[in-house]
């Protein structure tokens, strides 16, 4: 399925639960085409995705960002008024010092870094359920300074799931994704108070109306 536009607009592809999406590879002819672009046009394309974009009314708008401190994520901050960010990282030394390149430019650009979400520090056995620790020094969130809001473990029936409906999550995996969901909406309140106190209510439409967004 791709993502189509009228001219004016660019509409996300949603999904059968109404979860709303956009990448660069859902506005390609051929989903394996390469998107050879330098820094200027794919920075171009993330201000497009906030500004062109016909998001609706939203919950929340979540931004994967790559691994880096690269122009694209640069122009994402600029352009995009972020609550906050999670930082998603396995709990290894190596990765350890990469996730501290992005934490250091998200408190440069004043940017709130919310806290740590564990990927894959262990993984729960299909036949009997034991959760096996993959990394043993549980220093993952102390290491990067930063709190931890969940650890998620690698799971067999959801990393094999042809597609993934919140309705067929086990219990635990949907207690974690609220747990991740519950810290962003804590983050997310202070923004909706500040929006909500100025007269005439948010200026921009993003419910971000704060210096972030320069309204």
């Known amino acids: 399925e791709r993502a189509e536009g009228d001219g004016e607009k660019v509409f996300p592809v949603v999904n059968g639960e109404g979860i709303k999406l956009l990448s660069i590879n859902l506005l390609s002819e051929n989903e394996d085409d390469p998107i050879i672009w330098r820094g200027p046009m794919l920075a171009g394309a993330i201000r497009q995705f906030w500004t062109d974009c016909d998001w609706g009314e ?3 708008l979540i931004v994967d960002f790559p ?7 640069l122009t994402a901050y600029q352009t995009i008024p972020l609550a ?3 930082i998603v990282a396995t709990p290894q030394d190596y990765v350890s010092m990469i996730v501290r390149k992005s934490i ?3 408190e440069a650009l004043k940017t709130p870094v919310l806290g740590v979400v564990e990927n894959m520090r262990s993984l729960i056995c299909p036949k009997c359920g034991e959760e096996i620790e993959l990394f043993d020094d ?19 029936e959801v990393a094999q799931a042809a597609s993934i409906r919140w309705d067929d999550l086990p219990d635990a995996v949907k207690a974690d994704a609220l747990k991740i969901a519950a810290a962003a909406e804590k983050a997310q309140a202070p923004v909706r108070e500040t929006c ?3 007269e005439g ?3 921009c439409g993003s419910q971000s ?6 309204s």
Request: aromatic share 6%.
């Open 58 to 60: 939203l919950d929340f």
């Open 67 to 73: 691994p880096s401190t690269s122009d694209v994520t």
């Open 84 to 86: 906050g960010v999670f």
């Open 104 to 106: 250091h430019m998200a």
């Open 138 to 156: 549980g220093k993952g969130a102390d290491r990067l300074g930063l709190p931890l809001v969940v650890s998620l473990p690698w799971r067999k």
């Open 196 to 198: 909500e106190a100025k």
């Open 201 to 203: 209510g948010c200026e």
């Open 209 to 214: 109306c704060c210096d972030t967004c320069g």
